[in-house]
């Protein structure tokens, strides 16, 4: 294991283990104790990571904030992987005119800029649900690894052994299953962690905006739009929210560039 590959571990598994933990031991993030004299404190052992304008524990918004945050994430990449896959194999497989339909449709999602197609969306739709937003970043993340994964479909398909699986009789569908898929799930693996860390960083930029998770729910993105207006004097409400970010971009990035080398010893 190398050094990349073990600190992007260390730093998603500390991150998983809050959002799977955290909300265990920690009070409930939605609770406003004392709204009189329980406001933005500062850091201490009661409160870890302070309280916010609401008197709400940060820590705990924190760790419910991962367990979103995370979680949409991840459903986010899974769907695009799928979708991506999918496409990329069928763009790669085919011949004739379906699979140059396939391939300029693929180049034109491309084209078009991801967050302004989630912007008019979700402006028009209205506030979504975690599982709801998940499926819509899906949805607008597949493109690129339908791209990989026809690329990498389309090299594998000239090789000497699908040649040998075709003069064997094998039919297409098995050779797209058996031979081909095994090969082309190499970089859609590598694109979807990378993609893990876009998927966090459009919901926490969605949410500051206000058209992702909607408060009180607790996101990183809701977090740092509600510390704000009090960044002078409550500093760790957006310290807490912004490292978290920074911790899980640099973690998926990590483990990505690490799967990158190991199953693409090619590319730099």
Known sequence: MTGTLRAGLV???????LAIVGPWIAPDPLAQPDLITGTLQSPSATHW?????????????????????????VGAVVVATLLGTLVGLIAGGARGAAAEALRRAIDLL????????LLVLLAAVGPLTPLSL??????????????????????????????????????PLRILRRDILPGAMAPALVAATLG???????????SFIGLGIQPPAPTWGGMILEARDHI??????????GLALVVATTAATLIGDALRHRLLPGTR
């Open 49 to 73: 990571f302070g309280t916010d304008q609401y008197s709400r524990d940060v820590f705990a918004r924190l760790a419910a904030g991962a367990r979103a945050s995370l979680g949409i994430a």
């Open 134 to 171: 998940a499926l819509v970043l899906g949805a607008t993340g597949w493109p690129a690894i339908a791209r990989l994964v026809r690329g990498e479909t389309l090299r594998l398909r000239e090789t000497g052994f699908v040649g040998a699986a075709r003069a064997l009789g094998a039919s």
């Open 196 to 206: 893990i860390a876009d998927a966090i960083l459009l919901e926490a930029g969605l």
């Open 110 to 117: 491309l084209g078009l800029p991801r967050l302004v197609v």
């Open 11 to 17: 730093l998603g598994g500390g991150l998983v283990l």
């Open 232 to 241: 002078a004097s409550a500093p760790w409400l957006l310290l807490a929210p």
